[in-house]
């Protein structure tokens, strides 16, 4: 079985204070904590069994994953593995890099995120030159409000060349096409963030060969359609598997539309899909 799985378990703390985000500065117990790493390492027990599956792995915490050292050895361990063929992470970038020495880094990846105001500048961008200069595969993204637009035009100018600087639309944030352009000429493929995708009836990759996994082992095609195909430690999932549309109206997630069949964006990200790194440099979309 060729399988994408975008697990998130119940860890929800952050070391940032985001104002954009509902998560920040959020405290885990002891115990969520205890509960959030027995979650993991049974996923990553889990994926390191299936060895006739051919496997890659998303980590999207809704805190920050990598100040743990549980996240961080995961992606060790699974990035070694001849059966996993990436395995990435959503992450701030507050940790640590030295960790990725012991990866394999044909097979880890991080999706990066430059939240100004939270980190220095130069204490972020250091992170990413480190990460080059280790050979780790890795996109750096900024939320679109803009207050970050110069920020995120030193951040283009100063990051090495080859590394994509992705732009998210704010939530609740209507662009003019003046600001749209402003983006757009530091993220070509803005206008996919810009506006909600119609997906209702589409068909689309999620609940056939993408799916989505919680600490209890619950599948779902996605994180935002709740009903429920199986729990992956039974196995019971794997008959629910085929191709499905989207029962929403929209989607407006980047980790959700990117798996749309009626957008091209395999075909852009080919290769990086979960990391969001183009296969080549990326061009302004049509009709998007």
Known sequence: MDLTLLYRGPLASCDYDC??????????????????????????HWAAERREDRLRILFTPWGEGLVRSWYRRALVELSRLPHVERVAIQTNLSCRTEWLDEADPDTVALWCTYHPGQTPYERFLGKCRALAARGIRFSVGIV???????????????????????????EGHTYTDEEAG?????????????????????????????????????????????AEL???????????????????????????????ETLPLYDVFAGGVLERIPAGPPGAPTGA
Do not use: M
Not at 144 to 166: D, Q, T
């Open 182 to 226: 402003d983006w757009t000429a530091l993220d070509p493929l803005f206008p996919y963030s810009r506006h909600p995708h119609r997906s209702a009836g589409l068909p689309c990759r999620t609940g056939e060969s993408v799916v989505s996994v919680d600490g209890d082992g619950t599948v779902r095609r996605c994180h935002f359609v709740r």
């Open 19 to 44: 104002p954009y985000c509902p998560f920040a500065k959020r405290r885990d117990s002891r115990a969520a904590l205890t509960a959030d790493r027995a979650a993991l390492e049974r996923f990553a």
């Open 144 to 170: 679109g409000l803009p207050g970050h637009l110069a920020a995120a035009r030193r951040l283009r100018a100063e990051l090495p060349a080859g590394v994509y600087l992705w732009v998210n639309a704010a």
């Open 230 to 260: 199986g729990n992956l430690y039974d196995g019971s999932y794997r008959a629910a598997l085929r191709p499905r549309s989207c029962p929403l109206a929209v989607c407006d997630c980047h980790i959700g539309y990117v798996h749309l």
